[in-house]
């Protein structure tokens, strides 16, 4: 078993027996979503989990919310959108502090199985090598759609993706599997792995933080793990504005280009490019068919300001 708690916190009293879990939620302007969530870790089977709200800035009334609906849940109000990382980040020292030995990164937009956070652990506790485990994610509309199985990277064609994206759950993924990469929509972390991969890396505006994670933990020779028997839903992408906007557009094309160029080689950039550059007019075709010119638009700012190296920021607007 891994090592225990190594201070009191807010931890439970049964702590002895039970690995401590902190599942830390980031929080932006979640009004519409947080309050399933907080429901669903409510029921959780688990005996020792505690529940952390990161809040990075709302401005929607969520934090108020969350105080007078849940008080067992422990808010913390970062005063700043520190975005998916840095919110991320300062969740994970809150829950080290106070004695975690698992901290499960959640999105504010997911509702999870009573289950799952015992079937997490329990996979974790019999897998040293396991630096971050995921568990099988379902879209929540239709619910027995899949989301992601994990994901692969092909560093030979530029592509990052979800593995089983959009299949009917027909039992086909029922083993715990390794993957290149696990979203952080729904992440367990053993305290070890951030003593030994470090913490997210908090240069990429959003997106692509979590695969960056998976390759600096795989570089060490560690794992990371899909549970299929750990269950969770999520209203995909409600924090970017939800569907393919813009905005998401724009943010996951500059950061897949800043992960690329710090892990690709240099022979992979013979795939890379013309491989990129077809798919990229192929999506600006079809925004032009479907008049989403807006689209069009984000896929050429980002052109631009990759050409013009301003990738270094990875700001849209």
Partial sequence: MRWRARSAGWQKADSVSTPSVYAVIINWNG????????????????????????????TDGSPD???????????????DNLRYAGGANAGLRKAVESGADYV???????????????ELVRV????????????????????DLIWSMGGSISFWSGRIRHLGLRDRDTGQYERVMEVDYLTGCALLVPV??????????????????????????????????VVPSAHLWHKVSTSSGGGLTPYKIYHRIMSTMVFFKRYARPYHWIGIIPLTAVRTVGFMLKGLVTRRRDNVSAVLRSAFDIVGRKGRTNRYG
Wanted: glycine share 6%.
């Fill in 124 to 143: 974790a506790e019999s897998r040293q090598d396991a630096a971050l485990l995921g568990p099988k994610i379902y879209y929540h509309d239709p619910p």
């Fill in 192 to 225: 070890a792995t951030l003593d030994s991969v470090g913490y997210l890396d908090e240069h990429y505006h959003m997106y692509n933080e979590d695969t960056d994670w998976c390759v600096r933990a795989r570089r060490l020779g560690l794992t990371c793990l």
């Fill in 31 to 58: 009004m519409d979503v947080i309050g399933d969530c907080l429901r669903s870790l409510e029921r959780s089977a688990y005996e020792n989990l505690t529940t952390l709200v990161m809040d990075n800035a709302s």
């Fill in 104 to 118: 499960l990164l959640l999105n504010n937009d997911i509702e999870i199985a009573p289950d799952a956070v015992s």
């Fill in 65 to 79: 919310f969350i105080r007078r609906s849940f008080g067992a849940v422990h808010l913390v109000e970062t005063g």
